[in-house]
C-alpha cells in the first residue's frame, strides 16, 4: 500500500481542473478532510493526489446576489453557525449547524463536503432542501446547475460526474415574510448523527394570515435526504395555523421509505417525523410571523 501522496493547495479553480485532468482516478478533492481522512483511515486505498479547495477564494463565503443568497461550497459550518445574513433569511441552516459535530470540527468542515458525502444524516442537507437549493458544479468543460432534489442518488451517490468540482448553493431568497427551522433527534445531544431530522421552511403571504410556499427536508428517512412532498401539499396556500401544521404532520411520512438501523427501528422513526414536523413547523411559523 502506498502511504504518500502529493498534497496540492492551488489557488484558482483552473488549477484545480488541470490538476484533476494530470491525475485522473488518482485525485481526490478535500475541504476540510473531516470525511476523507476518516474514510482513509478506514480503507487501505491512498490517492496519488489530494487537491484542497481551502484556498479557493470563490468557493468561500455568504452573501446576497439579488433575489437569491450564496453560499460557497467551501464556507465552513462554523461561518455558516455565526453568519448574521443566515441569522435573518437563513435560521433552518443556522439550526443545523449548531448542532453537528463539536467545535473544532466545525472550524474546519464545510458545507460542500458535507453535501458531497451525501449520507442520509447530513445534517445541512435537510435545510438546503427546505430553502430549495440548487448546486452549481464545475469542471472544465463547463458549469451546470442540478436543483438538490435531484442531486442525491442513494448513500453516498450524487449525480456529480469525476472531474466535478461542487461550487456553491444557490438559495431564492423569499418575496414574503419566511422562517425556518430545523430539529435532529440523535441519542446524544453532542456528537452524534442524527437518528432523523427535520427541516421545515413556511414563506407566508404579507398579511401572515396564509402560507404562500413549504418546503420540509428530511433526513434518515430513506437512502437519501429528501422532500415530503405529501406534508407540503397540505401546507401550500393553507391558512397559517396549528391546525393546518397538525394536516402536514399527519402525512409527513407518506412518502418516505424508513429502515431500521443500529440507531433506531422504522417505525420509531416514522413517529419522529410526524412529531419533528409538527414542532419544527410552529418554530419556523412563529419565526416567519415575526417578520410580518
Ligand atoms: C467527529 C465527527 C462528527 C461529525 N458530526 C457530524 C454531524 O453531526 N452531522 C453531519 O452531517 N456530519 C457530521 N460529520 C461528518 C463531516 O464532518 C461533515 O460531513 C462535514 O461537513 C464534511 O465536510 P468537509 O469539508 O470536512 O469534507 P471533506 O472531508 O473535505 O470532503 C468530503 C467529501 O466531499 C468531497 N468534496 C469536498 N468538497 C468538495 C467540493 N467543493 N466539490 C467536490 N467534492 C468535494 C471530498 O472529495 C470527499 O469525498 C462528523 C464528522 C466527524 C469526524
Redesign the pocket.
Known amino acids: 500500500m502506498k502511504e504518500s501522496y502529493e498534497y496540492y493547495k492551488p489557488e484558482s479553480l483552473n488549477q484545480v481542473f488541470e490538476l484533476l485532468y494530470q491525475y485522473g482516478e488518482g485525485a481526490?478533492?478535500?475541504?476540510?478532510?473531516?470525511?476523507?481522512?476518516?474514510?482513509q483511515r478506514q480503507t487501505s486505498e491512498r490517492p496519488e493526489a489530494m487537491i484542497s479547495?481551502r484556498h479557493i477564494a470563490e468557493?468561500a463565503g455568504i452573501r446576497v446576489d439579488g433575489d437569491r443568497l450564496v453560499i460557497g461550497?467551501?464556507t465552513?459550518?462554523r461561518d455558516i453557525e455565526h453568519s448574521e445574513l443566515l441569522a435573518s433569511e437563513g435560521e433552518i441552516l443556522v439550526d443545523?449547524t449548531r448542532?453537528?459535530?463539536?467545535v473544532q470540527?466545525?472550524n474546519?468542515?464545510?458545507?460542500?463536503?458535507?453535501?458531497?458525502?451525501a449520507?442520509p444524516?447530513?445534517?445541512?442537507?435537510g435545510p438546503l432542501l427546505a430553502l430549495g437549493a440548487t448546486a452549481e458544479?464545475k469542471s472544465s468543460a463547463g458549469a451546470r446547475q442540478v436543483p438538490l432534489r435531484e442531486y442525491f442518488t442513494g448513500p453516498g451517490r450524487t449525480v456529480?460526474a469525476p472531474g466535478?468540482?461542487?461550487?456553491r448553493f444557490l438559495i431564492p431568497r423569499p418575496k414574503g415574510p419566511a422562517g425556518g427551522c430545523y430539529l435532529?433527534m440523535?441519542r446524544r445531544q453532542a456528537?452524534?448523527?442524527?437518528l432523523v431530522s427535520v427541516g421545515v421552511q413556511l414563506e407566508l403571504d404579507e398579511s401572515g394570515d396564509s402560507i404562500v410556499k413549504a418546503r420540509i427536508g428530511l433526513?434518515v428517512a430513506g437512502p437519501t435526504p429528501m422532500r415530503s412532498l405529501a406534508a407540503e401539499a397540505k401546507l401550500d396556500g393553507r391558512p397559517a395555523t396549528q391546525a393546518t401544521l397538525k394536516d402536514a404532520a399527519r402525512v409527513s411520512c407518506d412518502d418516505t421509505a424508513c429502515r431500521d438501523s443500529v440507531r433506531g427501528q422504522a417505525w420509531y422513526r416514522e413517529e419522529m417525523i410526524e412529531v419533528l414536523t409538527l414542532r419544527a413547523g410552529r418554530v419556523a411559523l412563529d419565526r416567519a410571523k415575526a417578520k410580518v
Open positions: 481526490r478533492l478535500v475541504s476540510g478532510g473531516t470525511d476523507v481522512f476518516v474514510q479547495l468557493l461550497a467551501a465552513t459550518l443545523a448542532r453537528m459535530a463539536s470540527i466545525r474546519v468542515a464545510t458545507i460542500g463536503g458535507n453535501i458531497v458525502t449520507a444524516s447530513a445534517d445541512t442537507a458544479l456529480m466535478e468540482v461542487l461550487c435532529k440523535s456528537m452524534d448523527l442524527a433526513g
